[in-house]
């Protein structure tokens, strides 16, 4: 009887004892203590057990192991890893764009290089001094023609005009070397040049060729380059306050419950990543619009307005144009005195050798091992096919952003452990919907405070950019050169790097048309209803980019 007294006692006390020490283990903070010392901070700050956190902001006043210190650590701790996770794939797509337009831009460059470098050397072989005394006329067209792919300040379509008329010029000169011809004479025979066609229909055919491939390829180039700015720009924007307070209660508040190993639930990451970018979020449909823009431009580039076969054999069709003008001199000669009057007869002194001398024999194309290859020995095909595949990578990267951040382990708890998880306020399921994406789905996010009335300038204008840039895709896939207005702000608070040189430049808005495919069935009121609806097109975009920044 005694020894049943005796273990009844001994159950009690210890009955009695259990909720003490499961108090004290509650109380202890030590696991916090080894969390905060591993991320490089000095545990004395925390305390041994927990204590009220009257003075604490943003998570629980109740009993707590943070002190108001811990919380700002913390605080700044949750927006550096925000940061670092929205950097992270933005950087990996920027630099994807970034490392495009360097190749296309290097091989476009070095196109056109070997393109003038083998001009000169067939025409050297095959014209002598002949072309050697006029080569400024050769030289002065690969001039214009970078000229345009940096800065696009050049309308390619009177330069090729300008080029003809200076070709013709030296070719009627040299094909009549018994004649002085002044300026004025020479004025009349380049303004004939239309009528009389000498050069055949090269000149008409490669206006059309060179001003589809170069505005394509330069547009192309501004599109990659664009897209580059535009992710640098709107990665760096900064969260809002109310977005840090968000992510330190979702991501450093549990610990200071002694929850070092319960991490977020997957709903409540989202709704948290969808509040804190949800100026980013109304990103998505026009950056969509702009890929697509841009997978359609891609699409002529590598068929009709493929740059590399416009100037790979430009040589040959040049030279085909010079060989019209010989085998026609006579007939070419005769309209132009008709036209022009008869020119003054030259002095035995200034009578040069005959022409036929130095173009008697046909021209001679290289063989395929003698052409020099294109940049890094690639070719635009190849080039296109991987930015292609890219930019389709690249679709809806703005709202899917929120769920590849939430889908890191080191974010969230995953959609599997919906039971075991922090809900913002306990370890327990988290019973809230996900909000949809961009600033106007916000107003019931129950994790973010977001003002939907306040978007970020910055953003909106990276928004205004790529409508842009969607515009300048849609009119090169169509064959037509457009600038724009630049209706930046001019303060300067923008960061990023930039275009580089002046190749994404946004100048005032122009369209300029290509000539048409056969000028003889355009009538001139359809040319004045052309130049007129372009005008008032040019126009309304103006104005309306320029309504929508004010309102912004």
Same mark, same amino acid.
Request: with cysteine.
């Given at each position: ?73 913390? /605080? ?18 920027q630099f994807a764009f970034a490392s495009r337009y360097t190749k296309f831009d290097e091989f476009f460059k070095e196109l056109l290089e070997n393109a003038e470098k083998s001009l000169h050397d067939m025409f050297t072989r095959t014209y002598g001094a002949l072309y050697m005394q006029n080569s400024e006329v050769f030289k002065d067209l690969f001039v214009e023609l970078k000229q345009y792919y940096t800065t696009g300040s050049v309308n390619l379509e009177e330069m090729l005009n300008d080029f003809w008329a200076r070709l013709l010029e030296k070719m009627f000169q040299l094909v009549n070397p018994h004649y002085v011809f002044t300026e004025e004479y020479l004025d009349c ?72 190993? %319960? ?65 026609? /001199? ?72 929120? %769920? ?45 405070? %977001? ?102």
């Amino acid at each position: 009887m005694l020894w049943i007294q005796v273990s009844s006692v001994i159950c009690t006390l210890a009955a009695l004892h259990i909720p003490v020490f499961g108090e004290q283990k509650s109380k202890s903070c030590s696991e916090v203590r080894d969390i905060y010392s591993s991320i490089g901070w000095n545990n004395n700050d925390v305390p041994y057990e927990k204590i009220h956190g009257h003075d604490l902001k943003v998570c629980s006043q109740g009993s707590t192991c943070c002190t108001s210190q811990m919380e700002e650590n913390f /605080s700044q701790r949750s927006t550096d890893e925000f940061r670092k996770a929205v950097s992270d794939p933005s950087s990996h797509l920027q630099f994807a764009f970034a490392s495009r337009y360097t190749k296309f831009d290097e091989f476009f460059k070095e196109l056109l290089e070997n393109a003038e470098k083998s001009l000169h050397d067939m025409f050297t072989r095959t014209y002598g001094a002949l072309y050697m005394q006029n080569s400024e006329v050769f030289k002065d067209l690969f001039v214009e023609l970078k000229q345009y792919y940096t800065t696009g300040s050049v309308n390619l379509e009177e330069m090729l005009n300008d080029f003809w008329a200076r070709l013709l010029e030296k070719m009627f000169q040299l094909v009549n070397p018994h004649y002085v011809f002044t300026e004025e004479y020479l004025d009349c025979v380049s303004r004939d040049a239309e009528q009389l066609k000498p050069f055949g229909d090269v000149p008409r055919k490669l206006k059309i060729q060179v001003t589809r491939s170069f505005v394509a390829a330069r547009a192309f180039a501004q599109g990659l380059a664009g897209a580059r700015d535009v992710i640098g720009k709107v990665a760096a924007v900064n969260p809002t306050d109310q977005c840090m307070k968000a992510l330190l209660r979702m991501m450093y508040c549990p610990h200071c419950q002694g929850l070092v190993a %319960v991490k977020p639930c997957n709903g409540y990451c989202l709704n948290v990543m969808k509040g804190c970018l949800a100026n980013q979020g109304d990103l998505d449909t026009e950056w969509n619009n702009f890929i697509d823009s841009m997978l359609l431009l891609a699409e002529r580039l590598d068929g009709p307005f493929n740059i590399e076969s416009v100037m790979d054999p430009i040589d040959v069709k040049i030279s085909d144009a010079i060989m019209n003008m010989q085998e026609n /001199s006579m007939q070419v000669t005769q309209k132009v005195f008709q036209g022009c009057g008869a020119p003054t007869p030259a002095t035995n002194s200034r009578v040069s050798r005959s022409v036929s001398e130095g173009f008697n024999a046909r021209f001679r194309l290289y063989n395929p091992e003698e052409r020099p290859t294109t940049a890094a020995g690639t070719s635009l095909d190849r080039l296109v096919s991987d930015v292609k595949n890219k930019l389709k990578k690249a679709k809806k990267f703005w709202s899917t952003l929120p %769920v590849s951040i939430c889908s890191d382990e080191k974010m969230s708890a995953g959609s599997t452990a919906e039971d075991d998880c922090w809900n913002g306020k306990s370890k327990s399921r988290y019973l809230e919907a996900v909000t949809g994406n961009g600033l106007a789905n916000q107003i019931n996010n129950p994790d973010v405070e %977001v003002d939907i009335t306040k978007p970020d300038l910055m953003i909106r204008r990276q928004i205004m950019i790529l409508r842009e840039m969607k515009m300048r895709m849609k009119s090169a896939y169509n064959g037509n050169d457009i600038t724009f207005v630049d209706i930046a702000d001019g303060s300067g608070e923008e960061s990023g790097s930039g275009c580089e040189g002046d190749l994404c430049h946004i100048e005032p808005l122009i369209v300029r048309m290509p000539p048409p495919e056969d000028n003889t069935n355009v009538q001139s009121g359809n040319s004045i209803a052309s130049v007129c609806g372009a005008s008032k097109l040019a126009l309304f975009l103006s104005c309306l980019a320029l309504v929508l920044h004010r309102q912004w």
